[in-house]
């Protein structure tokens, strides 16, 4: 039987390109906007976490479908240009108010960019394709003096679509989390796909802007703390750790049955709204606590993560189709003994209590704490970042006529050192209901926290004595 926790390992990759061609794709028609014209960005679009593109690629065995009876390139490139009517935000670009707050505005010859590659590899050669991996950088354009957070006057989608030799390619994203959140780039990613296989637009939900919805209030109302943006001086080792040693990326696989103990275990009598993610969020934060050996065991540490709004606003509610930001981040605080020393149930309210507390008034407070005291800056003292993606159809959204992808999802999760993503595995395993944990550690705590990871007892401690590397399933 296979082991309920596995660790995937990368291959370590090198795909040498060639770039045969980069030009940019228009609208193919009339727009709702002219030069000059600029479009309003929100505080939850502009906040500091999303002035960032994200990264994703996608890989296409070659099959009966990909033939030269549908030219991939012109397939892609004219449905792109039939979907950025609809969104056409995408075609802006970014630019910065006195006031430092962006905005989208247009100019003319904009549109996004689209890239054409080949490699004399095959998909073969790639290894294990159910897996994330930092050597698939190559494969997701960026230009060559671009710096990490760069999002200002850059083109706001980038489309790479790399040909191997077998015959399959793979298409490279690059979107800017300031025009959507995770699920408004499902949407559009879903139109384009679809429009792609019929040949015509195809957009539902039909695309909805209204980044006014989230206007803070005159004057702005702060009714919380808002730990969650707030720099926190731990006083552990945490930051130590991380500064002072190599990082590592380590993948797992997760079985639905360990998921199911896991959420067993960790539900509370009389609190049956204990959800899979509260459970799993709260396993690997204990472990990450632990095996990182936090030192003094009284320094408060946080846990943050993403928390979709859209069904939390009534006053207005959010239209169908609305592809912006709308996530709040939820926080849930603990002393290091807390998590090293107590109950997985117990961590788990405190993930859960932090998830239920994103309410339609605490959205508005952050976006009027956003509005007054913004951060300038990521805070990352005491903190791991859990980001879900496990909810996303992103191997659905990614079928443009030729077949799912066998890989689809993010490829690195540098230059942020203390987060963790739970991701979907692809469609051979969807079925059995397996998720990935990808996660960023400091080399001396990997081994530790793949043991932690894996091991229950029936009380719930998590004991790793000297053998642990013996007993860590492979």
Same mark, same amino acid.
Not at 170 to 177: N, V
Not at 302 to 306: C, N, Q, V
Not at 308 to 316: D, E, G, V
């Given at each position: ?7 995937l ?7 040498? +390109?060639? +770039?045969d ?6 609208p193919?028609g ?11 960005? !929100?505080? /939850? ?17 070659? &099959?009966s ?8 390139m012109?397939?892609?490139?004219? $449905?792109?240009?039939?979907v ?12 910065e ?7 989208? @505005? ?6 996004v960019?689209?890239?054409? =590659?080949? !490699?004399?590899m ?7 394709l ?6 698939? $950088?190559p ?6 003096d671009?710096?990490?957070?760069k ?15 077998c015959?399959?390619f ?8 300031c025009? *959507?959140?995770g699920?408004?780039a ?13 040949g ?31 720099r ?9 750790t991380?500064?002072? &040693?190599?990082?590592?990326?380590k993948?797992?696989?997760i ?13 509370e009598e009389? &609190?049956?709204? *204990? ?5 799993? $969020? ?18 408060n540490l ?5 928390v979709? =709004? ?7 509610s959010?239209k ?24 997985? !149930?117990?961590?788990?309210?405190m ?9 339609e008034?605490? /959205?508005? !407070? ?10 300038r800056r ?13 909810? @996303? ?9 030729w ?7 993010p ?11 739970f ?18 550690l400091?080399e001396?705590a ?7 990871? *894996?091991?229950?007892?029936?009380d ?13 399933? &492979?």
């Open positions: 039987m296979a082991p309920s926790v596995q660790e390992h990368f291959h370590h990759l090198h795909i040498p +390109i060639t +770039i061609r980069i030009f940019p794709v228009m193919a009339p727009i709702p906007a002219s030069p000059g014209d600029t479009l309003y960005l !929100s505080n /939850l679009d502009d906040m500091i976490g999303a002035r960032v593109f994200t990264p994703t690629v996608y890989f296409y065995r070659p &099959n479908l990909i033939s030269r009876q549908r030219p991939i012109k397939t892609l490139r004219d $449905a792109l240009s039939s950025l009517v609809p969104y056409y935000p995408f075609s802006g670009r970014l630019r108010r006195k006031n430092g707050k962006l905005e989208v @505005f247009f100019g003319p010859e904009q549109g960019l689209m890239v054409e =590659a080949h !490699s004399e095959g998909l073969s050669n790639l290894g294990d159910s897996v994330p991996n930092p050597g698939y $950088a494969l997701v354009f960026k230009f060559p671009e710096g990490p957070y999002v200002i006057d850059m083109p706001l989608l980038m489309a790479q679509v790399t040909f191997f030799s015959g399959g793979s298409l490279g994203l690059r979107t800017c989390h025009l *959507c959140d699920l408004g499902m949407q559009f990613l879903a139109a384009w796909s679809s429009t792609a296989k019929s015509e637009l195809v957009t539902n939900p039909s695309p909805c802007w209204e980044r006014e919805i989230f206007r803070p209030r005159d004057p702005p109302l702060v009714k919380y703390p808002h730990v969650e943006f707030m926190v001086d731990d006083g552990s080792t945490l930051a130590a991380l500064a002072e &040693n190599k990082m590592v990326q993948c797992y696989r079985s639905r049955e360990f998921q199911i103990h896991l959420k067993n275990l960790a539900q009389g &609190n049956p709204s *204990c959800t899979s993610f509260d459970a799993m $969020a709260a396993h690997v934060w204990r472990s990450w606590v632990k095996a990182l050996d936090v030192k003094p065991q009284d320094s946080r846990l943050t993560f993403s979709n =709004a859209r069904q939390k606003l009534k006053n207005p959010l169908d189709g609305f592809y912006g930001n709308a996530l709040c981040v939820a926080c849930a605080m603990s002393a290091a003994s807390e998590l090293t020393g107590g109950c997985l !149930s117990e961590t788990t309210r993930v859960r209590d932090a998830r239920l507390s994103v309410s008034e605490y /959205l508005r !407070s952050t976006i009027d704490h956003l509005e007054v005291a913004g951060p990521l805070e990352f003292d005491g903190k791991l970042t859990i980001t879900q993606w496990t909810r @996303f159809s992103i191997y659905e959204s990614a079928d443009f006529g077949g799912r992808p066998v890989y689809a999802g490829i690195d999760l540098t230059p942020t050192p203390q987060v963790c993503v991701l979907p595995e692809g469609e051979a395993a969807a079925s059995a209901g397996t998720m990935l944990v990808w996660i960023c400091p001396p990997a081994d530790r926290f793949g043991a932690y990871l *894996c091991v229950m007892d029936p719930d401690r998590l004991k790793i004595d000297s053998h642990a590397s013996s007993t860590y399933k &492979n």
